[in-house]
């Protein structure tokens, strides 16, 4: 079940009633750290993260005095966030990704963390290769959960599925990566 949270309802309706740029920047700030960390892990490097940061925060401010509050300003940010990093990444091509993503873990297997099996560059490599080469909705439900802790109900308002669908997904997308860094593992 999706939370409204009422802090952001009332900086949104400032927005929409009375033009507010304060609370567009408290809105920013609450968001943008967490925005930016998303499209970082998705897209796989700092440039291009912050680009997609600023142009999420683009799209919601010309778009916010059509938001209806039906569902929480969280979930329809993320939206736009996952669009965002969608068309980013089509139109960049990069399918390497450059960042550490150590934080990610119960990946594959979920015996153990992945940072404590990737610990050479070259697996590293492999393992940011094999996430820039799944499918865009595995790999938002694998960052959204394993990166950021999102719970499972939280991912399916922010992808519109539902809860099953995400279980699922995420469980394939764990097994690719897995299978993509089988060679790595074995070696280990």
């Known amino acids: 079940m999706e939370v409204k949270n009422e802090q952001d309802i009332l900086l949104v309706r400032s ?3 009375e033009g507010s740029d304060e609370a567009f ?10 925005i930016y960390n998303f499209c970082l892990n998705y897209l796989g490097n700092e440039e291009d993260a912050g680009d997609c940061t600023q142009e999420v925060f683009i799209k919601v401010f010309r778009s916010i005095r059509g938001f209806r509050l039906n569902s929480s300003f969280y979930t329809w940010l993320y939206r736009i966030m996952i669009n965002t990093c969608n068309d980013m990444s089509r139109k960049n091509k990069r399918k390497v990704f450059q960042q550490d993503l150590g934080q990610l873990s119960n990946i594959g297997s979920g015996e153990e963390p992945i940072e404590s099996r990737l610990t050479s560059k070259e697996a590293m490599e492999a393992f940011q290769k094999a996430l820039g080469k799944m499918k865009a909705n595995a790999r938002t439900i694998l960052i959204l959960r394993d990166v950021e802790g999102r719970s499972y109900e939280e991912i399916a308002g922010i992808c519109s599925c539902k809860t099953g669908t995400v279980r699922s997904r995420l469980a394939r997308a764990r097994l690719s990566v897995a299978e993509k ?8």
Do not use: A, G, T, V
Request: zero cysteines; glycine letters at 0%; hydrophobic letters at 30%.
């Open 181 to 188: 860094l089988k060679d790595f593992r074995d070696e280990m």
């Open 25 to 34: 920047e408290i809105l920013y700030d609450r968001y943008s750290k967490r």
């Open 15 to 17: 927005i929409q009633e």
